[in-house]
């Protein structure tokens, strides 16, 4: 691999790994791995206070994390990069197993 590439790629790699190092928002990724949900369901699964919940979701929204859709009354929340799904997928085949 070309050393410049590489550089390039840890830079970023880097800045996505942050966004992991907060337990409950890691929580919360893992959790929308597995598909798109309803913000109750995603408070609900990691025990989080209503404010709480949504102080993450839109701060990981705002980093490019997250999408949004609303239908009606009701936000969905889903991850929004592939790469980054497929990334925690491995992890929880590494961590959980």
Request: charge should be positive.
């Amino acid at each position: 691999m070309d050393f410049e590439l590489m550089q390039n790629k840890c830079v970023e790699v880097s800045g996505l790994l942050k966004h992991f190092a907060h337990p409950q928002r890691l929580l919360i990724l893992c959790y929308l791995s597995e598909g798109e949900k309803q913000v109750s369901d995603i408070q609900e699964a990691v025990g989080l206070s209503q404010s709480q919940t949504s102080q993450f979701l839109k701060r990981m929204q705002n980093e490019g994390l997250l999408g949004q859709r609303r239908e009606k009354n009701f936000s969905f929340y889903y991850v929004t990069n592939p790469d980054v799904v497929k990334l925690l997928k491995t992890m929880q085949k590494i961590f959980c197993n």
